[in-house]
């Protein structure tokens, strides 16, 4: 199997710098990956990689989309490692139904973690079972609409919840739903020890007001990659959340 290199726990635990800002990815193709790892290669050590097939998001990505699948095979087969696999970490979301078919072949590729939507499988606790003895760091998330109990059995077992920034997903640049404050809001109110992350509508705008909820993990991928330099993005970003997060606001 292709190696991780320094995982967010591990990384915690060692007294490391946290990565707040995490690049997010939805790859049309693996060149399309490439070219979008190689804009943060060497500023963050952890990016997100959004994967759909269909059946939960409404449009395919890679490696489920179109001649995707022949490359992604060969990463299976331990032939081809991920981009730059050497460098970064890689968090899979997995935007798609029954989650957990998926696992054998993100386990081969040797990623750091996968993340599971709550609202697409009826299976978390096997799925948690099956990180756990293949090494993968398990994370859960919940749509704003959706009621935060449904967490209750597994959250112990969750290195993160990720929240979405809205019930539209599998788009980049949509608009941030205040909904998701009080989603936030809430999951630190009900497990005040849990790590609670947000995913869509991530911006200079919009992180006082997470930080202040309660979030301090941000994937980013419009606020990353739509500027002519991401690493002076990643760079912005982190700044405005380390300076929230430290002065509390």
Known sequence: M??????????????????RIIPAIIPDSLTHLQSRLQEVHGVVNR???????GTYAPKPSWPYSGAGREAFEAIRREDEGLPYWQDFDFEIDLLLRNPETRIPEWGLAGVACLIFHIETTEKIEEIAQECYERRIEMALALKPSTNIEILAPY??????????????????????????LATISAIKTRWPRTTVGVDIGVSAETLPDLCKAGATRFAAGSAVFNFSSPAGAISHLEGIAASCLENKI
């Open 2 to 19: 292709f190696a991780q290199v320094q995982t967010y726990s591990s990384a915690v635990s060692n007294g490391m710098k946290i990565q």
């Open 47 to 53: 990016v997100q990689i959004d994967v759909m097939d």
């Open 155 to 180: 959250i112990e077992r969750a290195l993160f919840v990720q929240v979405m920034g809205n019930d539209r997903i599998g788009y980049h640049g949509m608009d941030f739903d205040i909904k998701a």
